[in-house]
C-alpha cells in the first residue's frame, strides 16, 4: 500500500525547471495505490474556471487520481487565494495540488504576496513541511547543478569541457538540460561511430569500445559561448541596433533554446539595472559599472517597467501557444530596442 501524500504542496522557486522536477520528485514518491496520476494544469494570469473548483475539491472513492498544477499561482488576487484556503481546509485524498510561487528572492527569502503569505493553509503547510523553497541557479550554483544532472544522465565531462561548459550557459535550469541533452546526443553518435570502427576493424567481433566522455569539441557547439554575451545584446538594444542584436543572437542554431535562455538573462539584467537605478548595492564588474549605472539612470523606471513586462510577455505568448518561439524571439529583439532606443531619446 501506498504512503499517503501530502494534502497539497508549495514549490518557491523562480526557476520553472527546477520546479518541474521537484514536483516529478514528490510524484515519484508518492505514487497513487492503483494507475498513474492524472494531470491537470491551470496558470495564475486567469481566473480559475469552474473545472478547476471542481478538481480540487471533488471528494469520493472512484475516479482517477489526480494532480492539479497552478503555476504563477503567486498571480491568483487575494480574493481567489481567499477562496482556495477554505478549500483546502478538506483536502481531497484523490486530488493532490501543486501550487508554484514562480517568484523572485530578496536577501535569502521569497517575495511572496502578503496576501498569500498570511494565509492559514501557508502556516499549515509548512508546519507538515509541504513547502519547497529554493531560490534558483546563479553562476555559482551553475557547475553544482550541472555536475548533478550529468551524474543522472549517465555524461562525464573532460575537466577543460566541463568549465568551457559552465562558463557557457546562463544561470537557468531549462537552458542547461536543452545543452545536456545535446551533448548526450552527440556522445551517443560518438559512441556508435567508435563502436562502427571496432566492430569493422575486428571483422565484426563484438567489441565494446569506451564509454565516452564530453570533450571541449563538443562544448563548443553549445549556442550559448563566451562570445554570444547578453550584455553584448543589451548594448546594441540600447544604441538601437536591431542588425547588430540579431547579428549577435544569430551564433545560435537552435531559436527555441536561444529564445528561453535570452528571456532568463535578460530578466536578470534587468533586475540588476532596476537595482542600479534605485541606488542598492549590487556587485557589477569594474569594467562594466560605469556602463550600467548610466544606463540604468538613462532608461530610467518607466522604461525599464516596460523592458520587464516585455520580456514576461514574450515568455507568456510561447508557453500559451500564441507565438511560437522564432515568433516570439522576433518580437523581443525588436520590441526590447525600441524601447531601450526611446530610452535614450528621452535622455
Same mark, same amino acid.
Request: glycine share 6%.
Given at each position: 500500500?501506498?504512503?499517503?501524500?501530502?494534502?497539497?504542496?508549495?514549490?518557491?522557486?523562480?526557476?520553472?525547471?527546477?520546479?518541474?522536477? +521537484?514536483? =516529478?520528485?514528490?510524484?515519484?514518491?508518492?505514487?497513487?495505490?492503483?494507475?498513474?496520476?492524472?494531470?491537470?494544469?491551470?496558470?495564475?494570469?486567469?481566473?480559475?474556471?469552474?473545472?478547476?473548483?471542481?478538481?480540487?475539491?471533488? #471528494?469520493?472513492?472512484?475516479?482517477?487520481?489526480?494532480?492539479?498544477?497552478?503555476?504563477?499561482?503567486?498571480?491568483?488576487?487575494?480574493?481567489?487565494?481567499?477562496?482556495?484556503?477554505?478549500?483546502?481546509? +478538506?483536502?481531497? =485524498?484523490?486530488?493532490?495540488?501543486?501550487?508554484?510561487?514562480?517568484?523572485?528572492?530578496?536577501?535569502?527569502?521569497?517575495?511572496?504576496?502578503?496576501?498569500?503569505?498570511?494565509?492559514?493553509?501557508?502556516?499549515?503547510?509548512?508546519?507538515?513541511?509541504?513547502?519547497?523553497?529554493?531560490?534558483?541557479?546563479?553562476?555559482?550554483?551553475?557547475?553544482?547543478?550541472?555536475?548533478?544532472?550529468?551524474?543522472?544522465?549517465?555524461?562525464?565531462?573532460?575537466?577543460?569541457?566541463? =568549465? #568551457?561548459?559552465?562558463?557557457?550557459?546562463?544561470?537557468?535550469?531549462?537552458?542547461?538540460?536543452?545543452?545536456?541533452?545535446?551533448?548526450?546526443?552527440?556522445?551517443?553518435?560518438?559512441?556508435?561511430?567508435?563502436? =562502427?570502427?571496432? #566492430?569493422?576493424?575486428?571483422?565484426?567481433?563484438?567489441?565494446?569500445?569506451?564509454?565516452?566522455?564530453?570533450?571541449?569539441?563538443?562544448?563548443?557547439?553549445?549556442?550559448?559561448?563566451?562570445?554570444?554575451?547578453?550584455?553584448?545584446?543589451?548594448?546594441?538594444? /540600447?544604441?538601437?541596433?536591431?542588425?547588430?542584436?540579431?547579428?549577435?543572437?544569430?551564433?545560435?542554431?537552435?531559436?527555441?533554446?536561444?529564445?528561453?535562455?535570452?528571456?532568463?538573462?535578460?530578466?536578470?539584467?534587468?533586475?540588476?539595472?532596476?537595482?542600479?537605478?534605485?541606488?542598492?548595492?549590487? +556587485?557589477?564588474?569594474?569594467?562594466?559599472?560605469?556602463?550600467?549605472?548610466?544606463?540604468?539612470? +538613462?532608461?530610467?523606471?518607466?522604461?525599464?517597467?516596460?523592458?520587464?513586462?516585455?520580456?514576461?510577455?514574450? /515568455?507568456?505568448?510561447?508557453?500559451?501557444?500564441?507565438?511560437?518561439?522564432?515568433?516570439?524571439?522576433?518580437?523581443?529583439?525588436?520590441?526590447?530596442?525600441?524601447?531601450?532606443?526611446?530610452?535614450?531619446?528621452?535622455?
Amino acid at each position: 500500500m501506498s504512503a499517503a501524500h501530502p494534502g497539497f504542496s508549495f514549490l518557491v522557486c523562480p526557476d520553472g525547471q527546477l520546479l518541474r522536477a +521537484r514536483m =516529478e520528485q514528490l510524484l515519484s514518491s508518492f505514487p497513487p495505490a492503483s494507475g498513474q496520476w492524472e494531470r491537470h494544469v491551470y496558470w495564475g494570469d486567469e481566473e480559475p474556471s469552474p473545472r478547476f473548483w471542481e478538481q480540487l475539491t471533488l #471528494q469520493g472513492l472512484f475516479g482517477a487520481p489526480r494532480v492539479v498544477v497552478v503555476r504563477q499561482a503567486n498571480l491568483w488576487p487575494a480574493a481567489v487565494w481567499k477562496k482556495v484556503s477554505h478549500a483546502l481546509a +478538506r483536502p481531497s =485524498e484523490q486530488c493532490w495540488p501543486f501550487f508554484c510561487m514562480e517568484v523572485a528572492w530578496d536577501k535569502g527569502q521569497p517575495k511572496i504576496p502578503a496576501h498569500i503569505a498570511k494565509l492559514r493553509c501557508m502556516a499549515f503547510a509548512d508546519q507538515q513541511g509541504w513547502i519547497w523553497r529554493q531560490d534558483g541557479l546563479n553562476e555559482r550554483a551553475v557547475k553544482k547543478h550541472v555536475l548533478q544532472r550529468s551524474h543522472e544522465m549517465g555524461l562525464r565531462f573532460e575537466q577543460d569541457a566541463l =568549465e #568551457q561548459f559552465c562558463a557557457s550557459v546562463p544561470p537557468d535550469a531549462l537552458a542547461i538540460e536543452n545543452e545536456l541533452i545535446k551533448l548526450q546526443l552527440l556522445r551517443n553518435t560518438a559512441q556508435d561511430a567508435a563502436r =562502427e570502427k571496432s #566492430q569493422a576493424e575486428s571483422h565484426g567481433a563484438d567489441q565494446v569500445p569506451d564509454q565516452g566522455t564530453i570533450t571541449l569539441a563538443m562544448t563548443a557547439t553549445a549556442p550559448w559561448n563566451p562570445e554570444c554575451n547578453v550584455f553584448d545584446c543589451i548594448r546594441h538594444m /540600447e544604441a538601437g541596433n536591431l542588425t547588430a542584436v540579431w547579428k549577435e543572437l544569430s551564433r545560435s542554431q537552435d531559436g527555441d533554446s536561444l529564445l528561453f535562455s535570452l528571456l532568463a538573462l535578460l530578466a536578470r539584467e534587468l533586475r540588476l539595472l532596476w537595482q542600479l537605478w534605485a541606488g542598492e548595492k549590487v +556587485r557589477v564588474h569594474p569594467n562594466e559599472a560605469a556602463f550600467k549605472k548610466q544606463l540604468a539612470t +538613462r532608461l530610467g523606471p518607466s522604461v525599464l517597467a516596460e523592458c520587464m513586462s516585455t520580456v514576461m510577455d514574450a /515568455e507568456l505568448q510561447v508557453k500559451s501557444g500564441r507565438r511560437s518561439p522564432s515568433q516570439s524571439l522576433d518580437y523581443l529583439a525588436a520590441r526590447m530596442t525600441d524601447l531601450f532606443a526611446a530610452g535614450r531619446t528621452r535622455a
